[in-house]
C-alpha cells in the first residue's frame, strides 16, 4: 500500500491541491529535490529570480492582485536573509505568501557546516507562521497548514522550513500521494459583528470633527464608495493608508485622500478631529521618529473607535456603518449629521471633504506641454497619466520623485495601485513582475526611483525570461532624494558636501538603459516630454518588457 | 562642562579613535545624524553602496586584507537583512566587522511603525556581539566594546543598534568628546597552552597515518611552511579549509591541499587516516548531506586532536608541534618518525603529500594555447595565470567554473587568495571591492560565476566611484552549473528539461558587458583565449576598475 512519493514531490502536490500555481524559487542543493519535482508536478509553474528578494518581492505581488499565495523556494538561512526585506513588505501589506525555506537534513544540522544558521530567528520578524516540517510523512499537511495560515485574514507569511532529507525520502502513508491531499479549509473574513459599532456610529453621527482612517489589503472601489457615502451622511472625512497594499484608483473611483508620508503634513490631516473611526486600518502613526515631532498621529483629545480591525470584514463593517447612519438620520432628523439642523460648531469640517470629485485633478492629457520641454517629476506624471493603458496595474516606488503621478492619474482608466507596504525599498520591480505573472491580460507599469531600483534591478532579468508586459520607468533625478530631504530636516547646520556625496547617485551616473540590456529588455532614455511620450507609447504597443529611464531631474 | 556633540558625531569619533578608518553605507531616515557626521569626522572615509549586501561583503573584504574593522551604517531590520548573507558569510570567515544599524527612535519603537522590526531576532544568527544603545552617552563607549568584540579572536561580526533619537541629542559627558576616547584593548590570540599539544605530538609521531587540519583567517606562507615542515618529518599529511578566507598563494609559497567541495572527494581525501589533528579548523563536515552520505569526514576509528582552536595562536602551535617533532626525532632516533627505521604498515601515506612542490602544476604560461581556440574553464585559468599582476589579491567566487584556477596559479606571484568562507553566494564582488579599499596597491581580481554575479553585481558601482583597480572576470557558462551538477547527484531519475530551465541563466543570456556599462565599468566580452589574454592586458595596465565577460561553456 505504501507509495514511493519522494518529499519533494509531496510538497508540490499538496500545494498545488491547495490551489497554488507558482513557485518562484531561487533554489540551492538542499531544494534540489523539489526542484526535480517541478517537471513531475506540472500544474505548478516554476519561475526563476535571479535574487532572492525579486522572488520574494515577486510573490508578494502575485499575492496582491490573484488573492492567494505563490510558493517561494529559498535556499537556507541566507537565501531567506536575501529576501527577508520584502517579506517584510509583504507581511506589512498582510500578502498571503507560502514561503518555502529548505534547510540542511535533519541528522547534517548539528555539524555547523558553512550554511548552518538559525532560521527560524531570521524568518520570525516577517512571519505570521513558521513551522519546521519533521517527518516526509508531515508534508503535506504541513504544507496545507502553510497555506491555511498565510490566508487566513488579515494574510500574512507563512514560512515552512524544510529539511533536505525528508524532500528525497518518501512517504509511507498513501493517503498524501499526488492529487489526493485534501485541501484546507481557509478561513474567511470576520463579519463584523463581534465588533460593536455602535461606539463608531455615535461618534459619526456625533457632528464633532470625526476622520474615518480605512485601510485593507485590497481598498476596492465599492469600500471607497461605502466610505464617502458615510461622510457625506455625517459630514466625516475620509484618510486611506500612507502605503496602501493595493488601491483601486483612476476614472470613476471615488478619490481617497491618504495620510501624508511626512509627519508634519499628516498631522495636519487629522488636526481638529475629535474622533477617529477605524477601518481595517491601526492608529495613525508617523513612518518615522523626528526631534519635537510627535509619533502617535492622533491629535490630542481625540478619542478612537475600531469599527473593525485589519482581519475584519471592512466592505461590511462599511455598509452597516452606512446603514446605521441612514438609521440615526430617519431616527433623528434633528441630530447632528449636515444637512439636519444642528451642524455643531465643527461642522465646517465637513466643507472640507467635499470637494466635487475630481476638482483637484488635472486632465488626462498632456497637450498643454511642450514635447521638447525638458522633463520634470510633474511633467513625467502628466505624459504617463494621459498614456495609461486600459485595466493597468501600477507598482508604485516612485518615492520623492513619484509624488505627482497617483493625483495625475486620478482621470486615467480606472486601474490597481500598489505601494511599498513597509518602507524597506526595492519592492517595486518585483511586485510589477508578480502583478504580471498573476495578471498576464494586464499591462503592468513600475514607477520606480532610481535609487530603489538598484536594490533589486535583477528582476528585469525575470521580466524577459517570461515575457511579461511590464513597462518600468525609471524616475531619475541621480540621488537618493528622500534621503537628502530627510538630511535636511534632521540636520539644522546644513547638509555638507560630504554626506551628500553619501545620497547621490552621480559619479557614475547610472545608465539604466545599459542595464535593462543586460538583462535582456529593451531601453529608452527619454529627456524631454516628447521623448517620453514616444517611449512610453511604444512600450505599451509593443508586447514584453520595457525600460524607460526619464531623467525628471530634483524635485526640490 | 557639557558638551555639545550629537551622537552621530560621537559614533564615528569613537569608532575613529578605535582605528575604524572607512563606514561603509547604505544610509536611511534613521541614520542620518550619523551620515551628517561624516563631514565633521574627515578621518573616516564614507563609502556608499548601493545594496546592503554591498556594503557588508566590502566591510569583510575590508577586514580579511586590513586585519581590522571598517564599519557598516544599515538602515534599520530591513537594510540588515538585505546585507545578512554576507555578514554569514563574514562570521565563518571571522572577519572584524563593526555592524552598525540604525533603528527607529527609543520612544517611537511602541508605534511598531511600517519600519519597525526585531532587529536582534535578524541580528543574531551572524553576530558574535550584539548590544543596543541605551543612551548618547554610552555611544563612545558602546562604540570602542564593539570594536573590541569584533577584534576578539578569532574575530566577529559586532553589530550595534542605534537607535535615532540618540544620534540627535547630545552627550552630557564631555569624556566622550571628539578624539579624546581611550581606545579599547584589543586582545591578541591567546598562546597556544592552555592547549596541550602533547597528545597532538605523540599521535603525529606514531607513525599511523596522520593529517593536519588547517584553518585560520589568514592562512600565510609562514604557517604553511611550518606545517609541511611537521609533515616532512612525520610523514603526516596537510590539509587545509574548502574555502579559506585568505590564504597565501603563488609562486615560493608552499601549496596548501585543500578539503573538497563535494564529500564523496573530502572522504577520498581522508580515507585510511588513523590520527586527525586539527590548528585552528573545526573537525571536518561535508558541505551539504547527500543521500548515503556521510556527514562527518572523519574516518571510523580516526581520533582528534585539538592542537589549536580558531582562537588560537596557530603560527604558534604549528611552531611548538615542529619543535615537539624535532624534540622527539632527537630523543627518539629510532622512533616511528619517516626516515627513521619503524614507519609502520600505513607508512606509505607519507608519499602521498611529499609530491614535489610544483609537480602537478602547469607551468605560468598560456603559450601553448591557440589564441583563436575558444575559451574553456582551463584554458581561461591559464591565461589569467599567465598575465597575474605582481601582489595580487584575488576574490575567488569561480564556484564550478572557477575549479582551475587555483592549480593554474600556484605559480604566479605571490598573491592572497578570499574564497566564499559560508557558502553564501553574491560575496565575490563586494569582497573584492572592500579588498581594494584596504589595499590601494594592490591589484585586486575577483574570479566570479555568472549566477553569483547576479546577487550583488553592484558592487560594480562602488568600484568606479572610488575608482578602484579591481579586474571582476565573469566566467559565463549561462547556469547554475553547480547546481546541474547537484540535481544530477540527488535526482537519480535523470534531470528533466523543466527542472533544468529553473537553473539555466539563458533565454535571456546575461550580457555583462552592458551591465557593467551600466554602473560605470569598462567591459569586454571574450570568446578565445586571444581575446581573453587581450581584456586582461588591458584591464591589468590601466587604473580603476574593468569587466571580463569570458564565455567559457559548460564544465560538464
Same mark, same amino acid.
Given at each position: 500500500?505504501?507509495?514511493?512519493?519522494?518529499?519533494?514531490?509531496?510538497?508540490?502536490?499538496?500545494?498545488?491541491?491547495?490551489?497554488?500555481?507558482?513557485?518562484?524559487?531561487?533554489?540551492?542543493?538542499?531544494?534540489?529535490?523539489?526542484?526535480?519535482?517541478?517537471?513531475?508536478?506540472? *500544474?505548478?509553474?516554476?519561475?526563476?529570480?535571479? *535574487?532572492?528578494?525579486?522572488?520574494?518581492?515577486?510573490?508578494?505581488?502575485?499575492?496582491?492582485?490573484?488573492?492567494?499565495?505563490? !510558493?517561494?523556494?529559498?535556499?537556507?538561512?541566507?537565501?531567506?536573509?536575501?529576501?527577508?526585506?520584502?517579506?517584510?513588505?509583504?507581511? /506589512?501589506?498582510?500578502?498571503?505568501?507560502?514561503?518555502?525555506?529548505?534547510?540542511?537534513?535533519?541528522?547534517?544540522?548539528?555539524?555547523?557546516?558553512?550554511?548552518?544558521?538559525?532560521?527560524?530567528?531570521?524568518?520570525?520578524?516577517?512571519?505570521?507562521?513558521?513551522?519546521?516540517?519533521?517527518?516526509?510523512?508531515?508534508?503535506?499537511?504541513?504544507?496545507?497548514?502553510?497555506?491555511?495560515? !498565510?490566508?487566513?485574514?488579515?494574510?500574512?507569511?507563512?514560512?515552512?522550513?524544510?529539511?533536505?532529507?525528508?524532500?528525497?525520502?518518501?512517504?509511507?502513508?498513501?493517503?498524501?500521494?499526488?492529487?489526493?491531499?485534501?485541501?484546507?479549509?481557509?478561513?474567511?473574513?470576520?463579519?463584523?459583528?463581534?465588533?460593536?459599532?455602535?461606539?463608531?456610529?455615535?461618534?459619526?453621527?456625533?457632528?464633532?470633527?470625526?476622520?474615518?482612517?480605512?485601510?485593507?489589503?485590497?481598498?476596492?472601489?465599492?469600500?471607497?464608495?461605502?466610505?464617502? *457615502?458615510?461622510?457625506?451622511?455625517?459630514?466625516?472625512?475620509?484618510?486611506?493608508?500612507?502605503?496602501?497594499?493595493?488601491?483601486?484608483?483612476?476614472?470613476?473611483?471615488?478619490?481617497?485622500?491618504?495620510?501624508?508620508?511626512?509627519?508634519?503634513?499628516?498631522?495636519?490631516?487629522?488636526?481638529?478631529?475629535?474622533?477617529?473611526?477605524?477601518?481595517?486600518?491601526?492608529?495613525?502613526?508617523?513612518?518615522?521618529?523626528?526631534?519635537?515631532?510627535?509619533?502617535?498621529?492622533?491629535?490630542?483629545?481625540?478619542?478612537?473607535?475600531?469599527?473593525?480591525?485589519?482581519?475584519?470584514?471592512?466592505?461590511? @463593517?462599511?455598509?452597516?456603518?452606512?446603514?446605521?447612519?441612514?438609521?440615526?438620520?430617519? *431616527?433623528?432628523?434633528?441630530?447632528?449629521?449636515?444637512?439636519?439642523?444642528?451642524?455643531?460648531?465643527?461642522?465646517?469640517?465637513?466643507?472640507?471633504?467635499?470637494?466635487?470629485?475630481?476638482?483637484?485633478?488635472?486632465? /488626462?492629457?498632456?497637450?498643454?506641454?511642450?514635447?521638447?520641454?525638458?522633463?520634470? !517629476?510633474?511633467?513625467?506624471?502628466?505624459?504617463?497619466?494621459?498614456?495609461?493603458?486600459?485595466?493597468?496595474?501600477?507598482?508604485?516606488?516612485?518615492?520623492? &520623485?513619484?509624488?505627482?503621478? &497617483?493625483?495625475?492619474? !486620478?482621470?486615467?482608466?480606472?486601474?490597481?495601485?500598489?505601494?511599498?507596504?513597509?518602507?524597506?525599498?526595492?519592492?517595486?520591480?518585483?511586485?510589477?513582475?508578480? @502583478?504580471?505573472?498573476?495578471?498576464?491580460?494586464?499591462?503592468?507599469?513600475?514607477?520606480?526611483?532610481?535609487?530603489?531600483?538598484?536594490?533589486?534591478?535583477?528582476?528585469?532579468?525575470?521580466?524577459?525570461?517570461?515575457?511579461?508586459?511590464?513597462?518600468?520607468?525609471?524616475?531619475?533625478?541621480?540621488?537618493?532624494?528622500?534621503?537628502?530631504?530627510?538630511?535636511?530636516?534632521?540636520?539644522?547646520?546644513?547638509?555638507?558636501?560630504?554626506?551628500?556625496?553619501?545620497?547621490?547617485?552621480?559619479?557614475?551616473?547610472?545608465?539604466?538603459?545599459?542595464?535593462?540590456?543586460?538583462?535582456?529588455?529593451?531601453?529608452?532614455?527619454?529627456?524631454?516630454?516628447?521623448?517620453?511620450?514616444?517611449?512610453?507609447?511604444?512600450?505599451?504597443?509593443?508586447?514584453?518588457?520595457?525600460?524607460?529611464?526619464?531623467?525628471?531631474?530634483?524635485?526640490?
Amino acid at each position: 500500500m505504501s507509495t514511493s512519493i519522494p518529499g519533494g514531490e509531496i510538497l508540490l502536490s499538496a500545494l498545488s491541491s491547495c490551489g497554488v500555481e507558482i513557485c518562484l524559487a531561487n533554489p540551492g542543493t538542499s531544494e534540489m529535490h523539489a526542484v526535480a519535482a517541478l517537471s513531475r508536478v506540472p *500544474q505548478i509553474r516554476g519561475v526563476l529570480g535571479l *535574487q532572492e528578494n525579486v522572488v520574494t518581492g515577486a510573490a508578494d505581488g502575485y499575492a496582491r492582485m490573484a488573492g492567494k499565495p505563490a !510558493a517561494t523556494l529559498l535556499h537556507l538561512g541566507p537565501g531567506l536573509a536575501n529576501g527577508t526585506a520584502n517579506l517584510h513588505n509583504a507581511a /506589512r501589506a498582510h500578502s498571503p505568501i507560502v514561503n518555502v525555506v529548505g534547510d540542511h537534513a535533519t541528522y547534517h544540522k548539528r555539524y555547523d557546516a558553512p550554511l548552518e544558521s538559525d532560521i527560524e530567528s531570521l524568518a520570525r520578524p516577517v512571519s505570521s507562521w513558521i513551522r519546521r516540517v519533521a517527518r516526509t510523512d508531515d508534508i503535506a499537511s504541513d504544507a496545507a497548514a502553510a497555506y491555511e495560515a !498565510a490566508m487566513t485574514p488579515p494574510g500574512g507569511v507563512a514560512t515552512l522550513i524544510l529539511p533536505s532529507d525528508l524532500t528525497w525520502n518518501t512517504s509511507e502513508d498513501d493517503s498524501y500521494a499526488s492529487g489526493r491531499v485534501i485541501p484546507p479549509r481557509v478561513p474567511h473574513a470576520r463579519l463584523v459583528p463581534p465588533v460593536d459599532l455602535e461606539p463608531a456610529l455615535k461618534a459619526l453621527c456625533s457632528g464633532k470633527p470625526t476622520t474615518i482612517f480605512l485601510d485593507h489589503p485590497y481598498i476596492s472601489a465599492a469600500m471607497i464608495s461605502l466610505a464617502r *457615502q458615510v461622510c457625506s451622511l455625517t459630514g466625516a472625512k475620509l484618510i486611506g493608508p500612507t502605503f496602501p497594499a493595493r488601491l483601486e484608483h483612476g476614472l470613476g473611483v471615488p478619490t481617497l485622500e491618504r495620510l501624508a508620508y511626512l509627519a508634519e503634513l499628516a498631522s495636519a490631516q487629522l488636526a481638529g478631529c475629535r474622533h477617529l473611526v477605524l477601518v481595517g486600518a491601526r492608529s495613525p502613526v508617523s513612518f518615522f521618529a523626528y526631534p519635537g515631532q510627535p509619533s502617535d498621529l492622533v491629535p490630542a483629545g481625540c478619542r478612537t473607535y475600531v469599527a473593525a480591525g485589519p482581519a475584519d470584514d471592512c466592505e461590511k @463593517a462599511l455598509a452597516d456603518l452606512l446603514d446605521g447612519c441612514l438609521l440615526h438620520a430617519h *431616527q433623528a432628523p434633528g441630530s447632528n449629521l449636515p444637512g439636519g439642523d444642528a451642524q455643531g460648531g465643527d461642522g465646517g469640517q465637513a466643507h472640507l471633504e467635499h470637494q466635487p470629485p475630481g476638482s483637484a485633478i488635472a486632465p /488626462r492629457s498632456s497637450e498643454h506641454l511642450d514635447p521638447d520641454g525638458r522633463l520634470d !517629476a510633474r511633467s513625467a506624471a502628466s505624459v504617463l497619466a494621459a498614456l495609461l493603458p486600459e485595466s493597468a496595474i501600477v507598482s508604485d516606488e516612485g518615492n520623492t &520623485a513619484g509624488l505627482y503621478f &497617483a493625483d495625475a492619474m !486620478a482621470t486615467s482608466p480606472p486601474h490597481d495601485w500598489l505601494c511599498l507596504t513597509g518602507g524597506a525599498i526595492g519592492q517595486g520591480l518585483p511586485v510589477a513582475t508578480g @502583478a504580471a505573472l498573476a495578471c498576464p491580460d494586464r499591462p503592468v507599469i513600475a514607477i520606480e526611483a532610481d535609487g530603489s531600483a538598484m536594490y533589486t534591478f535583477q528582476a528585469l532579468w525575470t521580466q524577459a525570461r517570461e515575457d511579461l508586459d511590464v513597462t518600468t520607468i525609471i524616475l531619475d533625478n541621480g540621488a537618493y532624494e528622500v534621503l537628502e530631504m530627510e538630511l535636511m530636516r534632521v540636520n539644522a547646520e546644513g547638509a555638507s558636501p560630504h554626506a551628500n556625496a553619501m545620497l547621490e547617485l552621480r559619479d557614475p551616473s547610472l545608465d539604466f538603459v545599459s542595464l535593462a540590456r543586460g538583462l535582456g529588455v529593451p531601453g529608452q532614455r527619454a529627456e524631454t516630454v516628447g521623448e517620453l511620450r514616444e517611449a512610453l507609447s511604444k512600450a505599451f504597443a509593443e508586447p514584453g518588457p520595457h525600460l524607460v529611464q526619464a531623467a525628471v531631474g530634483r524635485l526640490f
